[in-house]
């Protein structure tokens, strides 16, 4: 248990409780609405955040959180409103960011290659005491609503229509789904990096869709997923030196092949079961006098 005895050890881990947490959160969502990929395209544009929190010597997660959200409801609203040229506008939102981010970190004076890759695929070492506290008020925000709010964002990920005849409020559940997605990948980009957070918010959902059917179920798995692989991706970034965002994700695609392995031969002996069951109801369903005979032809 030496990795807990260094100070920038110990705030990694419990950034990576927070991202392990957050991040599967949201991701279930995101995956109900067929939007997996949207934290990639936010990720993209959080780097023009952090660009802006070296070139103005500010915190980058906040900076980052700010620019982040702008672009989420940006998206949101090209999604909502854009016809033919939305995917291009996303498109264009998606590669002006990260352009933008990289041109910034190296305008300024405190930015450098090695901040821009702690960015981009994770740093223990560079997780601060300050960045401890961005991410914690973060990750309650993402949990508050959530957990807060399950219900009412779970109607509207299946299906808006009908959420929005129940009187649900659509439009605003959308924009609250998308800046929440956003603030999530500015909490785990310390740990998991921009570039790989939306696979930690998306295969931890998927593996543990593959074992339960229920969303409560789906949720609570993902979640123990997600902390199992962030906690597990850590300890050993510090004791082989490899990249945290790298060796998290790739655990967590393990835990699916696994999981979907596990799943298959349990999916063949439930439909097995379930044929079975239908057949005796239909047995025992059909009236006595009903029933095919040896002397009656069917």
């Known amino acids: 248990m030496d990795f807990l005895e260094p100070a920038f050890m110990q705030r990694a881990l419990l ?10 959160a949201v991701g279930i969502y995101l995956v109900q609405r067929r939007q997996a990929l949207m934290g990639d395209g936010i990720g993209h544009v959080a780097m023009t955040g952090v660009g802006l929190g070296f070139l103005l010597n500010s915190s980058p997660v ?43 970190i190296n305008l300024s004076s405190t ?10 695929f ?4 560079t997780v601060s005491t300050a960045d ?35 009187g649900l409020p659509v439009r ?4 609250l789904v998308a800046v929440t997605a956003a603030v999530t990948v500015t909490v785990a980009m310390r740990v998991v990096g921009l570039l790989l957070v939306s696979a930690l918010m998306v295969v931890p959902v998927a593996a543990a869709q593959q074992l339960s059917k229920s969303f ?17 991706g850590t300890v050993t970034s510090y ?39 239908t057949a005796d109801c239909d047995t025992r369903c059909v009236p006595a006098s009903r029933r095919p005979t040896d002397d009656v032809k069917v």
Do not use: C, H
Request: charged letters at 10%; zero cysteines; glycine letters at 8%.
């Open 62 to 104: 906040w900076m980052a959180t700010l620019v982040a959200v702008a672009g989420s409801i940006a998206m949101e609203l090209i999604r909502a409103y854009g016809k033919t040229r939305g995917d291009l506008a996303l498109a264009l939102l998606f590669y002006g960011g990260m352009a933008g981010g990289v041109l910034l």
């Open 216 to 232: 409560r179920a789906t949720f609570v798995l993902a979640v123990a997923t997600g902390i199992t692989v962030t906690l597990a």
């Open 239 to 277: 004791y082989q030196d490899v990249p945290p965002g790298a060796t998290i994700v790739l655990y967590a695609i393990g835990i699916f092949i696994v999981l979907t392995l596990l799943a298959t031969p349990l999916a063949k002996r439930r439909a097995k079961a379930a044929a079975q069951a």
């Open 111 to 120: 930015g450098s290659n090695a901040n821009l890759s702690s960015y981009l």
């Open 15 to 24: 950034a990576a409780v927070l991202v392990g947490i957050t991040a599967p």
């Open 122 to 125: 994770g740093s223990l070492s």
């Open 132 to 166: 401890i506290t961005a991410i914690s008020v973060l990750a309650a925000f993402v949990v508050l609503v959530t957990v807060g709010l399950r219900r009412q964002l779970f109607a509207v990920s299946q299906d808006e229509e009908f959420a929005r005849v129940t």
């Open 172 to 175: 605003a559940l959308n924009l």
